[in-house]
């Protein structure tokens, strides 16, 4: 057998795309070649399923993506056939993006004024599933859709709007077909807490409403923390928590998708390289179907996984055992404050590993310090991303800089009140019209509320003995300090 080219593979996993970010539609959304579903998984694509709930980076909008796109639709309709999603129409409801057919944030504001959430929202949520009904029966890709307010003015009989979903739902069932109404990136609905808990809490009742007909179904798009914090009121939404998909990532889905994309390199040479790896291990090559992917080693055997990923990284992050094994060692250190890994956040730690210099020594396509400045590149990548969603958490974590962790919450709200820290969130929020970190209305101390928004969303964690500690998902970029950890850049 030949020798094995681990410099080819390094510059393969080099040039695959860091960002691992995806939009529902648009320039960014999903490709075939990047589907790799694991069945944890398999809820997200299910048309029957309402709720599905991830961080960010877990692959919400990945899912929302493969769906809404024909292409990665019928890919994924092979892989699970008993979903039949080869019989579903998808259409946007709302996604943040335009040219998409959902409705946009200009058009609700303008549709539902301030305080008319309850009732008006309804309407509108109302008239943008029923113009994704009607969207799929004509099919008819020429034709433009109506306005919502059009809709609205016309549909505001409930009667009249339940004889059209009756009629488009009865079309449907005798072909044997569905359609899919997608709502991602609903924390882009509103910059005021009241305004965005009344417009998802309205949305959420049409949603439980469309159980009625069942060849209309609504899919949501949800982050954890959305759900804890914005104090839903829906009468129904624990049984929709109860039935909700949970993009969560186990390390063996994370190397598993790690290894079908270093194997759909696209360099013929770190393809022959990797296949070669493959042959020496014993394990079979690349599957050419997602179903055969399904049922490849190296997606659900951690003992093969460990073996093949020892001969690209070595052994240990150090000269023994001390330092941990490389296999273990980003799973450990990539966790937010639930202990949850995200894919985004493990691609981007091993292709930055692989862009490292100096090169890993001869034998090896990535060295225990490319991973640790690979572990350097998904913190700062998972801040700059947590900066979209929360546009006040580099605010938050400026301040704290050079702090040791663990410590004491005095400390933290210390340097808050030292720096202005939470009058700049709250007058930023205001003049931007971002959503701040907490809803100011309730009581309790501002720095607190900070804090515990913080703890929701996983960039702080309780210790038992009360002490807070950061993880170093986001602590590196933070540039806070931890006896023994990874030092920031």
């Given at each position: 057998m030949s020798e094995i080219d681990f410099a080819a593979m390094r510059r393969g996993l080099a040039a695959l795309d860091a960002s691992a970010a995806h939009t529902a539609s648009g320039a960014h959304r999903p490709r075939v070649a990047e589907i790799f579903a694991p069945e944890a998984h398999a809820g997200a694509l299910d048309p029957h399923g309402t709720v599905v709930l991830g961080s960010r980076g877990a692959g919400k909008s990945f899912w929302a993506g493969v769906l809404g796109n024909e292409d990665t639709r019928l890919a994924a309709a092979k892989a699970y056939p008993h979903l039949k999603l080869e019989k579903s129409f998808v259409r946007f409801g709302f996604t943040g993006l335009d040219n998409d057919g959902s409705v946009s944030r200009p058009t609700i504001n303008h549709q539902v004024p301030p305080g008319e959430e309850r009732s008006r929202g309804v309407l509108l949520w109302r008239c943008v599933v029923l113009r994704a009904l009607q969207s799929a029966l004509e099919l008819d890709p020429a034709l433009r859709p109506p306005k919502i307010g059009a809709m609205m003015a016309d549909y505001g009989d409930p009667e009249k709007w339940e004889q059209a979903c009756?009629?488009?739902?009865?079309?449907?069932?005798?072909?044997?077909?569905?359609?899919?109404?997608?709502?991602?990136?609903?924390?882009?609905?509103?910059?005021?807490?009241?305004?965005?808990?009344?417009?998802?809490?309205?949305?959420?009742?049409?949603?439980?409403?469309?159980?009625?007909?069942?060849?209309?179904?609504?899919?949501?798009?949800?982050?954890?923390?959305?759900?804890?914090?914005?104090?839903?009121?829906?009468?129904?939404?624990?049984?929709?928590?109860?039935?909700?998909?949970?993009?969560?990532?186990?390390?063996?889905?994370?190397?598993?998708?790690?290894?079908?994309?270093?194997?759909?390199?696209?360099?013929?040479?770190?393809?022959?390289?990797?296949?070669?790896?493959?042959?020496?291990?014993?394990?079979?090559?690349?599957?050419?179907?997602?179903?055969?992917?399904?049922?490849?080693?190296?997606?659900?055997?951690?003992?093969?996984?460990?073996?093949?990923?020892?001969?690209?990284?070595?052994?240990?992050?150090?000269?023994?055992?001390?330092?941990?094994?490389?296999?273990?060692?980003?799973?450990?250190?990539?966790?937010?404050?639930?202990?949850?890994?995200?894919?985004?956040?493990?691609?981007?730690?091993?292709?930055?590993?692989?862009?490292?210099?100096?090169?890993?020594a001869a034998g090896q396509a990535l060295s225990a310090e490319g991973i640790r400045h690979g572990l350097r590149a998904a913190s700062r990548v998972r801040v700059d991303q947590l900066a979209l969603e929360f546009p006040w958490i580099k605010r938050s974590l400026l301040p704290l800089a050079r702090m040791q962790v663990p410590c004491h919450i005095n400390d933290i709200t210390a340097r808050w009140a030292g720096t202005g820290t939470i009058d700049s969130i709250s007058n930023a929020a205001r003049d931007s019209e971002f959503l701040p970190p907490y809803d100011s209305g309730g009581p309790g101390d501002s720095g607190e509320k900070l804090i515990d928004t913080l703890v929701r969303i996983g960039v702080l964690a309780v210790r038992r003995d009360g002490r807070y500690d950061m993880p170093d998902l986001f602590r590196v970029a933070a540039r806070l300090l931890k006896k023994g950890g990874v030092a920031p850049a």
């Open positions: 009756a009629h488009g739902n009865d079309a449907l069932r005798r072909d044997g077909h569905m359609v899919v109404v997608l709502f991602d990136a609903l924390d882009g609905l509103a910059t005021d807490w009241e305004r965005l808990r009344n417009l998802i809490d309205s949305l959420l009742e049409v949603a439980w409403a469309m159980r009625g007909y069942p060849a209309v179904r609504v899919k949501m798009f949800l982050r954890p923390d959305q759900m804890r914090d914005l104090g839903l009121r829906f009468v129904e939404l624990p049984k929709l928590i109860a039935g909700a998909s949970n993009l969560r990532w186990s390390g063996t889905d994370l190397y598993g998708m790690l290894f079908a994309r270093i194997g759909a390199i696209e360099q013929p040479d770190a393809g022959a390289a990797f296949l070669r790896l493959l042959e020496a291990e014993g394990v079979p090559a690349l599957p050419d179907t997602l179903r055969g992917l399904r049922a490849w080693p190296l997606t659900q055997d951690k003992t093969a996984q460990a073996r093949v990923f020892t001969r690209l990284a070595g052994w240990y992050m150090g000269r023994s055992n001390k330092k941990g094994r490389t296999y273990d060692w980003p799973l450990n250190h990539l966790g937010d404050g639930h202990g949850e890994v995200t894919s985004r956040s493990f691609l981007t730690l091993m292709i930055e590993a692989a862009r490292h210099q100096p090169p890993p």
